[in-house]
């Protein structure tokens, strides 16, 4: 099996910044793009940043020069610094990971989540 843990979140004042980790463990043979979304309450789940294995990234419009999304590939871990965070940004932050398993086989998991709050 696979797991991804978030760590990080919480609560801060508009302005400020947060710095999210999230670590894939269990078997895995490589792990391919990865990447951060949000779902504030009683709306879609939305893309924030990817990272491919090459360090190719991509941004939602609404984080594009706040946000900045790196990974550690020998330690299968992908982080979100938060710089300038708004209300706006105020939701739970999913971690995902397509991940290669030992076997051949690929899959993208998810993390459990994790609750960023910003208040203005």
């Known amino acids: 099996q696979v797991q991804l843990v978030e760590s990080g979140g919480g609560l801060v004042q508009a302005g400020e910044s947060l710095r999210l980790s999230c670590a894939a463990s269990?078997?895995?043979?490589?792990?391919?793009?990865m990447g951060w979304y949000r779902q504030a309450p009683e709306k879609q789940r939305e893309l924030v940043a990817t990272?491919?294995?090459?360090?190719?990234?991509n941004y939602a419009d609404s984080v594009k020069g706040r946000f900045t999304i790196s990974r550690d590939n020998a330690n299968n871990t992908v982080y979100l610094q938060m710089n300038s965070l708004k209300a706006e940004d105020t939701a739970t932050y999913f971690c995902?990971?397509?991940?290669?398993?030992?076997?051949?086989?690929?899959?993208?998991?998810w993390g459990h989540g994790i609750q960023v709050t910003v208040s203005s």
């Open positions: 990272i491919t294995s090459g360090g190719t990234t």
């Open positions: 269990g078997s895995i043979f490589s792990t391919n793009a």
């Open positions: 995902n990971a397509d991940v290669t398993r030992p076997w051949g086989t690929r899959k993208s998991y």
